[in-house]
């Protein structure tokens, strides 16, 4: 049965070539190097630290590099209870991250604000920034966080990026 891959591979050319798409290349650079922004509000934190140690091993998906720059990061992971007081810089540096740019929920307060059914708690953190994986669990474990950081991945392989970049520039032309 003939399958479909986004690369194609032929042992028998010489040289041994690798054929792709330019949007298949550009998405497997960018979704093997997410940069974590480690959003470490409550307890959930300690997971996501245990997820980096080398038990777990983040750096097998090109993730172990945690930035405490927003400029430097495309991937914030908020792991704990977002209260009203921390929402506002929260927010900040999410719009301060350049784009593209994804958010993981981790664990029961950030994805819905768990058990803290409190006037001083955020009933989850989307209510202010874009979730794209939410993880279950008060606190979830490290294989959980890899498992969003997975599910991250694919939704980058399917994202077309220079056909949106060229379209994105067409656009701009027309202005
Ligand atoms: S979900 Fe549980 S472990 Fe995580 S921050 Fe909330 S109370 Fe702590």
Same mark, same amino acid.
Do not use: H, N, T
């Given at each position: 049965m003939q399958t479909q891959s986004e690369y194609g591979y032929n042992?028998? *050319?010489?040289?041994d070539v690798v054929l792709t798409t330019v949007d298949a290349a550009l998405a497997w650079f960018r979704k093997n190097s997410v940069?974590?922004?480690?959003?470490?509000?409550?307890?959930c934190a300690i997971e996501l630290m245990a997820a980096g140690?080398? %038990?777990?091993?983040?750096? %097998?998906?090109?993730?172990? *590099?945690? %930035?405490?720059s927003p400029r430097q990061a495309d991937c914030m992971i908020v792991a704990g209870t977002v209260t009203y007081k921390s929402a506002g810089f929260l927010k900040r540096i999410y719009d301060q991250m350049a784009e593209p740019k994804w958010v993981i929920a981790m664990g029961a307060c950030a994805s819905t604000g768990g058990m803290y059914r409190?006037?001083?708690?955020?009933?989850?953190v989307d209510k202010i920034v874009p979730v794209d994986v939410y993880i279950g669990g008060?606190?979830? %474990?490290p294989e959980a966080v890899l498992d969003a950081l997975m599910k991250i991945q694919k939704k980058i392989g399917t994202q077309p990026i220079l056909r949106k970049t060229v379209l994105a520039n067409a656009l701009k032309l027309n202005d």
């Open positions: 042992s028998k *050319v010489e040289g940069w974590p922004m480690p959003m470490g509000l409550a307890c140690a080398s %038990r777990f091993d983040i750096s %097998r998906f090109g993730s172990e *590099v945690m %930035r405490f409190s006037y001083a708690v955020l009933q989850g008060c606190p979830p %474990r």
